[in-house]
C-alpha cells in the first residue's frame, strides 16, 4: 500500500501495545479506523484522543469469539463500506512447560493469538476479493514464529501457526489470482509492550483459580520472566514507523530485531541436516532480541 490517506485501517488489540502504535500511526497517515478491543476503558481512550484527528469506530469485543468478530467486520462495513488494512493484532502469552501449563491456557492462546486472526481472514477476505483496490493484512506474529527457545511452548505454537498461516494464505491468494491482496506477517522479538499484562484481560471462560498452577513456583516464574524480558526490549516508539514503511515496500516479513537473523538461519541449517534442539548450543548464541535496532 502505497497510500493510506482516507484508507480504512481495521485493527483489533488496538488499546495497547502494537495495535495502539500501529492506530496512532495510521490516524497519523490520514486513514480512517476501526478499533476492537476488549479493555473498555483502555479503548475508549486510545479512541477519545485519535478521533480529534480522524473518524474512528469503537468496538469493544472478545476477538477469541467468532460471532464477535465477525459482527465487528458488519460495524466497519456498515460505517465505512471498505476495509483497507486488517491489521490482527490481538494476543496474549502464556508461559509454562507442556506438562504443567493447563490445557485452558493452550486454549486461551490459540484462540487469541491464532483463531482471532482465522475469523477475521475469513470474514475480511471475500471483502477485500470484492474491492477494486484489494487491500492489505498484517498478521501479528513474533520472532517466536521463525525460531525457539526453552519457557514458552504454547507461544511458539501459535507464533510458528499465524507466520505458517499466513504463507500459505499468500500461496492461496495467488493461485486465485487476488494479485490485489497483500499479505504481511509482522515478527518482532522482544518490544516494550503491554503483552506481560495478559492475565489482567484473562476471559472468565479461561479461567479457574482453584488449579493450583496458578499458584505455583512456574506460574510466577514465567510472569517474571515475561517482565523482564518486555520491559528490557525495543521500545516501542519507532516500532509502527517499521511497520507501514514494510506495508509501503510490500515486506511479506516485517521484522524489528536484525540480530535474529543468525539463530533463524541456523535453525533452518539444523532442519536440513536433521539435528535435534540443542540449548547448551542455542546459548553460546549472544542474546540479540531485546535491544537491536530497528530493520531499515
Known amino acids: 500500500?502505497?497510500?493510506?490517506?482516507?484508507?480504512?485501517?481495521?485493527?483489533?488489540?488496538?488499546?495497547?501495545?502494537?495495535?495502539?502504535?500501529?492506530?496512532?500511526?495510521?490516524?497519523?497517515?490520514?486513514?480512517?479506523?476501526?478499533?476492537?478491543?476488549?479493555?473498555?476503558?483502555?479503548?475508549?481512550?486510545?479512541?477519545?484522543?485519535?478521533?480529534k484527528s480522524t473518524e474512528v469506530l469503537k468496538i469493544v469485543a472478545d476477538v477469541t469469539e467468532e460471532k464477535n468478530v465477525d459482527n465487528a467486520v458488519d460495524e466497519a462495513m456498515k460505517k465505512y463500506n471498505e476495509i483497507d488494512l486488517l491489521v490482527n493484532d490481538a494476543g496474549v502469552a502464556v508461559p509454562g512447560?507442556?506438562?504443567?501449563?493447563p490445557t485452558r491456557d493452550w486454549e486461551w492462546i490459540l484462540h487469541a493469538d491464532l483463531m482471532s486472526q482465522v475469523y477475521a481472514l475469513k470474514k475480511v477476505i471475500p471483502i477485500m476479493m470484492k474491492q477494486e483496490n484489494g487491500g492489505d493484512i498484517l498478521n501479528v506474529a513474533s520472532a517466536a514464529g521463525l525460531l525457539t527457545a526453552p519457557g514458552m511452548p504454547a507461544?511458539?505454537?501459535?507464533?510458528?501457526?499465524?507466520?505458517?498461516?499466513?504463507?500459505?494464505?499468500?500461496?492461496?491468494l495467488q493461485a486465485y489470482k487476488q494479485d490485489k491482496i497483500h499479505m504481511h506477517v509482522f515478527t518482532p522479538?522482544?518490544?516494550?509492550?503491554?503483552?506481560?499484562?495478559?492475565?489482567?484481560?484473562?476471559?472468565?471462560?479461561?479461567?479457574?483459580?482453584?488449579?493450583p498452577y496458578y499458584q505455583s513456583k512456574t506460574f510466577k516464574m514465567g510472569q517474571e520472566m515475561a517482565k523482564k524480558d518486555l520491559t528490557t526490549g525495543l521500545p516501542i516508539k519507532g516500532?509502527?514507523?517499521?511497520i507501514f514503511k514494510g506495508l509501503e515496500e510490500n515486506k511479506f516479513y516485517i521484522l524489528t530485531h536484525k540480530g535474529i537473523a543468525p539463530l533463524v538461519v541456523k535453525r533452518a541449517k539444523d532442519?536440513?541436516?536433521?539435528?535435534?534442539?540443542?540449548?547448551?548450543?542455542?546459548?553460546?548464541?549472544?542474546?540479540?532480541?531485546?535491544?537491536?535496532?530497528?530493520?531499515?
Open 1 to 51: 500500500m502505497k497510500d493510506f490517506n482516507g484508507k480504512v485501517a481495521f485493527i483489533t488489540g488496538a488499546a495497547h501495545g502494537f495495535g495502539k502504535a500501529i492506530a496512532t500511526k495510521a490516524a497519523s497517515l490520514g486513514m480512517k479506523l476501526t478499533l476492537v478491543d476488549q479493555d473498555k476503558a483502555a479503548l475508549s481512550k486510545v479512541a477519545d484522543e485519535l478521533s
Open 271 to 296: 532442519a536440513v541436516e536433521g539435528k535435534a534442539p540443542n540449548l547448551v548450543d542455542l546459548m553460546k548464541y549472544p542474546d540479540k532480541t531485546h535491544t537491536d535496532t530497528s530493520l531499515d
Open 97 to 101: 512447560p507442556i506438562w504443567e501449563l
Open 155 to 172: 507461544y511458539y505454537a501459535t507464533k510458528f501457526a499465524v507466520v505458517g498461516m499466513t504463507e500459505a494464505v499468500a500461496y492461496d
Open 239 to 242: 516500532v509502527a514507523d517499521t
Open 189 to 211: 522479538a522482544f518490544v516494550q509492550t503491554h503483552l506481560m499484562h495478559s492475565e489482567e484481560y484473562r476471559p472468565k471462560k479461561y479461567t479457574d483459580k482453584t488449579d
